[in-house]
């Protein structure tokens, strides 16, 4: 059996991390999330197709040939003209397999797979409190898709889209009845609502998909990749360090005395912590990366080669690669009123649903000593501030 996982679009909803990367290539638990995906397919599939387009040198080298087990083909969609376009590309590679479908920037689990694989046609589906932001599942007979709706104004059902999808290649059939969609593209959620008028597309329901859509939600799903990580510690530990829950730390990293770490967290290869500094839970520390004196870190991402050296604060945040965080910088991450952080999206303020976030720094971000950040604020790729800056707006330049 084979996969077809879609990885060639642009993410302007993740800028700024995807100025400078795919989607697929962010990083939760310091794992790429396209490798989360086949991490969870390993077993089930004999090869994966994988659709890129933007930057697409960057995931053909990430993932090369073959990953545990699974062959890599990557096929490219040349122009970006919507979902189902993406899909037809890998039509000649899938050939006469059954083949699962699904976007490489997601987090789904083995066993959703598992069922959907007991159907001819299968879709996966969430139930949400709030399904208005996604496409949502029309059901009949209580088991099976009628349609998909995009977006609806009215109640529809709390079952959403959840990208995911096990398929016969007699669905290519059905790309021919597509026309562009009120946005100017070809959507493969119509080519499914056109396979619905003829055949039986079982709705398979699950509890542990997880949508990255903006990057505040990196952050849930870091959280969650970390629960489940064991202690592994392949680097030193000096004398003087607290250490307690799981902990995992990378080949050639250092754990210097009097640093203080609360699990789960995850560090990886090459990187010096401490001394003196305090590291809480759901924090992923990168390769090559420097957190040091009396610095405070807690649930957050920080890329490879990013050092914190030394007095400073993160929370709640997403920091880069090649990052460097100036002595005294202090990420603000809650409102005083306790409401939900907001934070640009372009020209839209959006409410993040958030109690608690702090700042998404792009790769190569340089911050001066004594920076303040205020809550929900952006640093697009090499952008820097001023010794004792407050960053009130997004740093786009």
């Known amino acids: 059996?084979?996969?077809?996982i879609l990885a060639a679009g642009k993410s302007t909803r993740t800028e700024p991390l995807t100025i400078t990367r795919p989607k697929p290539l962010l990083k939760v638990g310091n794992k790429e999330l396209i490798k989360h995906l086949l991490d969870e397919l390993v077993g089930l599939v004999d090869e994966a197709v994988?659709?890129?387009?933007?930057?697409?040198?960057?995931?053909?080298?990430?993932?090369?040939?073959?990953y545990s087990g699974i062959r890599i083909v990557c096929v490219e969609q040349k122009e970006q003209l919507g979902t189902a376009h993406a899909v037809l590309q890998a039509e000649s590679f899938v050939g006469e397999d059954d083949f699962f479908l699904a976007?490489?920037?997601?987090?789904?689990?083995?066993?959703?797979?598992?069922?959907?694989?007991?159907?001819?046609?299968?879709?996966?589906?969430?139930?949400?409190?709030?399904?208005?932001?996604?496409?949502?599942?029309?059901l009949r007979d209580e088991d099976f898709l009628k349609r998909i709706v995009e977006?609806?104004?009215e109640h529809v059902s709390d079952f959403v889209n959840c990208s995911a999808f096990k398929l016969k290649p007699k669905v290519f059939d059905y790309f021919k009845n597509v026309k562009k969609s009120a946005r100017g593209e070809l959507e493969f959620t119509?080519?499914?609502?056109?396979?619905?008028?003829?055949?039986?597309v079982r709705v398979v329901e699950t509890d542990s998909w997880?949508?990255?859509?903006?990057?505040?939600?990196?952050?849930?799903?870091?959280?969650?990749?970390?629960?489940?990580?064991?202690?592994?510690?392949?680097?030193?530990?000096e004398n003087g360090v607290m250490i307690k829950g799981r902990v995992s730390v990378g080949r050639n990293s250092v754990v210097m005395s009097g640093s203080y770490i609360?699990?789960?967290?995850?560090?990886?290869?090459?990187?010096?912590?401490?001394?003196?500094?305090?590291?809480?839970?759901?924090?992923?520390?990168?390769?090559?990366?420097?957190?040091?004196?009396?610095?405070?870190?807690?649930n957050s991402i920080i890329g490879d080669d990013s050092n914190i050296p030394h007095l400073s604060y993160v929370g709640d945040s997403v920091i880069g690669e090649g990052c460097n965080v100036g002595a005294g910088t202090v990420v603000a991450n809650l409102r005083h009123d306790k409401e939900n952080i907001k934070s640009m999206l372009r020209d839209e303020l959006v409410d993040t649903g958030m109690k608690k976030l702090g700042t998404i720094i792009g790769d190569g971000v340089m911050t001066g000593v004594n920076t303040s950040i205020l809550p929900g604020r952006k640093?697009?790729?090499?952008?820097?501030?001023?010794?004792?800056?407050?960053?009130?707006?997004?740093?786009?330049k």
Not at 1 to 4: E, Q
Not at 110 to 125: M, Q, S, T
Not at 190 to 200: M, Q
């Open 1 to 4: 059996m084979k996969a077809v």
């Open 50 to 66: 994988i659709v890129v387009g933007y930057k697409k040198e960057m995931i053909i080298d990430a993932l090369g040939e073959e």
């Open 103 to 138: 976007v490489g920037d997601d987090m789904y689990k083995k066993e959703d797979f598992e069922k959907l694989r007991k159907h001819d046609y299968a879709i996966l589906g969430q139930r949400v409190e709030n399904p208005s932001r996604f496409g949502i599942l029309e």
């Open 151 to 153: 977006k609806p104004k």
């Open 190 to 200: 119509d080519v499914i609502s056109e396979l619905c008028k003829d055949y039986k």
């Open 210 to 237: 997880m949508a990255v859509s903006y990057p505040w939600d990196l952050l849930k799903a870091n959280e969650r990749v970390l629960k489940e990580i064991r202690n592994d510690i392949s680097g030193e530990i």
């Open 262 to 298: 609360e699990g789960p967290v995850i560090i990886g290869d090459n990187s010096k912590i401490g001394p003196n500094c305090y590291i809480r839970g759901s924090t992923s520390i990168g390769s090559n990366c420097h957190v040091g004196q009396g610095c405070d870190i807690k």
């Open 379 to 396: 640093f697009w790729p090499n952008t820097s501030t001023r010794p004792g800056e407050v960053v009130e707006k997004d740093k786009t």
